[in-house]
């Protein structure tokens, strides 16, 4: 039997624990695992024993869930934070910081790391996609000898965290320079809410829809990544401040995300869309230079959201 340690070990080595970890982070029942990481159409055509053997070590460790107790066929489960919050422990410690993670900043971290918002990030069909789109970062996920493989599950979960709150950061430091100030909900409050999809339904917008997206396109318009398909939404700037400071502590953020002097959105847009090809595209589709300058995010996300849709990126 494994003790939590090695476990926590394995989930950072090339294992069978360690992809089935990263693919249970958006719930699935064993047989759609098994699928997933064999590529077989049928979970019989495999052989289960290993992803039996897994599940039940990472149950014992407080790593899996079982989100369907009632239900006895066809169960689903979900990766649990809590191999995250012991990954990160373990890389402060290995860091001799003094920084101390409390049972506040647990709930917390668990709370958003259960939304519906985070896993979808680990959606198979965003997952197993060949290019990069709409991943943070190439995940290093690859086949070996027909079985999905992954080098360091938990590492690069703790990165796709670490990029969430730096571009919290980014954000605020843009919006400051443009006069708008964000006040980010308290860790009391997300746990009082208990939810973080809720929180981020529930309370009033305090950035206008097409400032977050100009951001998104500044940021990330090279290879639309990695965001884009999170709807442009302002979730990150909900993450509580000190929650995100300890997010940046495992893993590292995929990205370059410094602001560059802050360039004008226009001028920012106008230079990518160029070195891309498209600018005059994007310009014939607003009707005029004159009318995309107005609002070169709308204009910008239009042409892209087309092309998408048809396939061509």
């Given at each position: 039997m494994t003790n939590s340690k090695q476990l926590l070990d394995n989930l950072q080595r090339n294992t069978i624990c360690g992809v089935s970890y990263l693919v249970w982070m958006y719930p699935k029942t064993q047989s759609e695992v098994v699928k997933i990481i064999y590529n077989v159409d049928d979970a019989r055509k495999a052989n289960q024993e290993p992803i039996i053997n897994c599940r039940m070590e990472l149950i014992r460790a407080g790593y899996l869930e079982d989100i369907d107790k009632d239900r006895i066929k066809n169960k689903r489960f979900m990766s649990a934070a809590k191999a995250y919050l012991d990954y990160l422990e373990e890389s402060l410690r290995e860091r001799k910081s003094r920084?101390?993670?409390?049972?506040?900043?647990?709930?917390?971290?668990?709370?958003?790391?259960?939304?519906?918002?985070?896993?979808?990030?680990?959606?198979?069909?965003?997952?197993?996609?060949?290019?990069?789109?709409?991943?943070?970062a190439k995940l290093g996920l690859h086949r070996e000898k027909g079985r999905l493989s992954i080098q360091n599950a938990i590492y690069q979960i703790a990165s796709t965290l670490n990029e969430l709150a730096t571009l919290s950061f980014v954000f605020?430091?843009?919006?400051?320079?443009?006069?708008?100030?964000?006040?980010?909900?308290?860790?009391?409050?997300?746990?009082?809410?208990?939810?973080?999809?809720?929180?981020?339904?529930?309370?009033?917008?305090?950035?206008?829809?097409?400032?977050?997206?100009?951001?998104?396109?500044?940021?990330f318009l090279d290879g639309l990544t990695p965001f884009t398909f999170v709807e442009l939404n302002r979730n990150v700037l909900l993450i509580p401040k000190s929650v995100a400071e300890l997010?940046?502590?495992?893993?590292?953020?995929?990205?370059?995300?410094?602001?560059?002097?802050?360039?004008?959105?226009?001028?920012?847009?106008?230079?990518?869309?160029?070195?891309?090809?498209?600018?005059?595209?994007?310009v014939n589709l607003a009707g005029s230079e004159e009318e995309f300058l107005k609002d070169p995010g709308r204009y910008t996300w239009k042409y892209l959201k087309s092309k998408i849709e048809i396939g061509m990126l």
């Open positions: 920084i101390k993670i409390n049972e506040k900043d647990k709930k917390a971290i668990k709370i958003i790391y259960d939304s519906m918002w985070f896993r979808e990030i680990y959606k198979p069909e965003y997952m197993l996609r060949d290019d990069d789109y709409p991943m943070p605020e430091e843009h919006l400051r320079e443009r006069g708008i100030k964000i006040e980010r909900p308290t860790i009391d409050e997300i746990i009082e809410v208990g939810n973080f999809d809720k929180v981020a339904r529930e309370l009033p917008a305090q950035i206008e829809p097409n400032e977050l997206l100009e951001m998104y396109l500044k940021l997010f940046r502590l495992a893993g590292r953020p995929a990205h370059t995300l410094d602001l560059q002097g802050l360039k004008s959105l226009s001028e920012e847009l106008s230079e990518k869309l160029e070195g891309m090809g498209i600018y005059e595209d994007v």
